[in-house]
């Protein structure tokens, strides 16, 4: 575990520091300066955020991008935002989790079996990353996949996430063509590399808040990769 340990932290200080899109360091320095009301008093980290979680997980889950004051305020994913406060206590409930609650940084938070990443690590203008930036950030992904050895499931959260994943299975050559992998809420796919991916509606303020996705459907995901992750083992 300590090298597995040591090779991320080497990938997230990469992640910190990086300024490949002109557009995304523009955009999160920005929000980081000018900051919501709510958090005026609050310094925001304003960088890239990288991913969190257990090394030996095997259950990886790949969101979209950082919130503009959730994670890129707070440093860390689906901390600090609506998205946060809909998924973690949801992880703490199936097993993942040591707590329901995700505020910052330092409060103890921690995951077992379970990895949190994204497809874009810098937030983007109206959460809506350009194919330009999900291609600079593709590296960061691989990297982190081929450290990440003992992921059995891959959640993803929303189209995104999902396809970010299909795009890394082509690039390292899993698979010649993705059209055969719909994306649906609660659509699983055995992958040729012997993961199970596993679609899921994104934990976002609008999907929730209008019912799209329900705290009954999102648990029924992870319960569901926990399964999986225990027969694929």
């Given at each position: 575990?300590g ?19 002109p557009?995304l ?12 009301r ?16 257990d090394?030996?997980?095997?259950v ?14 707070t ?68 990297r ?11 959640v ?5 996430g ?18 055969a992998y719909?994306f649906?809420?609660?659509a ?5 590399n ?30 569901e ?9």
């Amino acid at each position: 575990m300590g090298g597995m340990s040591s090779a991320l932290a080497v990938l997230h200080k990469e992640v910190i520091h990086c300024t490949r899109c002109p557009r995304l360091v523009a955009y999160r320095e920005q929000i980081g300066r000018e900051k919501r009301r709510a958090y005026r008093d609050h310094e925001y980290w304003a960088r890239p955020v990288p991913g969190f979680g257990d090394p030996n997980a095997r259950v990886l889950v790949l969101g979209l991008a950082p919130g503009a004051h959730g994670s890129n305020r707070t440093g860390r994913p689906f901390t600090g935002d609506a998205s946060g406060k809909f998924m973690y206590p949801i992880l703490y409930k199936v097993g993942f989790a040591n707590q329901p609650n995700a505020d910052h940084r330092d409060d103890g938070l921690k995951l077992t079996d379970c990895y949190i990443t994204a497809a874009v690590r810098c937030a983007p203008p109206d959460n809506k990353p350009l194919l330009t930036e999900l291609a600079n950030c593709s590296s960061y992904l691989d990297r982190e996949l081929a450290i990440l050895k003992d992921v059995k499931v891959v959640v993803a959260l929303g189209k995104i996430g999902f396809d970010a994943y299909l795009a890394y299975l082509k690039r390292n050559e899993f698979v010649e063509r993705t059209s055969a992998y719909k994306f649906a809420h609660a659509a699983s796919y055995l992958m040729p590399n012997g993961v199970v991916l596993l679609a899921s509606y994104h934990p976002s303020n609008q999907n929730t808040a209008t019912g799209k996705l329900t705290a009954k459907m999102f648990e029924a995901v992870f319960r569901e990769a926990k399964r999986l992750a225990a027969v694929e083992s």
